[in-house]
């Protein structure tokens, strides 16, 4: 698939930044996706076994959200041309015309080197590395390399959304560990079952665009298994977390509540056909969709309550 067959049409606004203001420039940062950014890293932050001075940690917080924002602004830079062809994203400022491709590539670049170097001197180079490859991950290794050319682009993608409690954690201790890796997991497992349920009833977007969604390239009944089976491993590592350092009795009930309710989702989802979730308008994927949005805020507002617990000699089995 070439670029050129996803341009938008002719008579689609051509950009011209002249009305471009501050709202346009921050809608590029995707705001929604850099308010998980900044919660799983501060969640990954406090839950690390090293206490951190409030004035460094607010730093950190801080440039991992300028450097998700930046990748958020090169992905619509480049992503700009599919942008124009579905619904949910076409009033995005690049193709509602009100900032140029030129001036979204200027403004993520810049926030990205900015991001990475004001890391690095308020932390350390660890932190600072991940944030530099997970910026080049999601915007080369993804968006540009992958998205369009294969079904596994949400898996792929999920990787890049992974790596900030993984940031945190080195921005306190200078390395990389068990638990830091299983936050990573969390949400690397958790975000194709995520964005598979919402393409379930979201189809005609991805096949306006063209873009290789697995709804698209393997069909709906195989994107149903899909779901089943992450789900499962998402499930069990998800619970065994609980026994390890960012776990406790907190975190496992709330493992073992939502992981249950997303489980039941995802069977109910792998026994339906296309005839009956039309016949529903999709009720159970969407049900499935809305509580994903709720699954990690609550697997990390439970690690985060354990590390509070901890700082007391209260969190944790001990």
Do not use: C
């Not at 065994?240 to 907190?250: E, L, Q, S």
């Amino acid at each position: 698939m070439s670029d050129a067959s996803l341009q938008p049409e002719p008579t689609a606004a051509v950009p011209s930044g002249d009305d471009a203001g501050f709202r346009d420039f921050f809608a590029l940062l995707k705001p929604r996706v850099m308010t998980l950014v900044v919660f799983t890293a501060f969640v990954g932050l406090l839950a690390a076994p090293v206490a951190v001075h409030p004035v460094v940690g607010l730093a950190a917080i801080l440039f991992i959200a300028v450097g998700g924002g930046a990748a958020g602004a090169l992905n619509m830079w480049w992503e700009s041309d599919i942008d124009a062809l579905m619904k949910r994203t076409s009033k995005r400022p690049i193709p509602a015309g009100r900032v140029t491709r030129d001036e979204a590539f200027a403004f993520g670049m810049a926030l990205a080197g900015m991001s990475v170097i004001m890391l690095w001197l308020a932390t350390n180079a660890l932190a600072a590395a991940i944030l530099a490859f997970t910026i080049f991950f999601y915007v080369v290794i993804y968006t540009i390399g992958l998205k369009r050319w294969t079904p596994q682009n949400i898996v792929i993608g999920g990787a890049a959304g992974a790596f900030p409690p993984m940031i945190g954690w080195a921005a306190a201790t200078g390395s990389i560990s068990l638990e830091s890796v299983l936050m990573f997991g969390l949400i690397f497992l958790w975000t194709p079952p995520h964005f598979w349920a919402l393409a379930l009833f979201m189809r005609g977007d991805y096949d306006g665009a063209g873009v290789p969604m697995l709804t698209v390239t393997h069909g709906r009944p195989a994107t149903r298994r899909h779901i089943l089976v992450y789900t499962l491993v998402l499930a069990a590592m998800a619970v065994g977390a609980a026994f390890t350092g960012i776990g406790g009795p907190v975190y496992l009930v709330v493992a073992v509540v939502f992981n249950a309710l997303f489980l039941r989702d995802a069977v109910a989802i792998w026994r339906r056909d296309e005839v009956m979730a039309e016949a529903d308008n999709y009720k159970v994927e969407k049900h499935a969709f809305k509580l994903s949005l709720w699954y990690l805020f609550a697997h990390f507002s439970a690690i985060l309550t354990e590390a509070t617990l901890g700082r007391f000699g209260l969190g944790g089995w001990a």
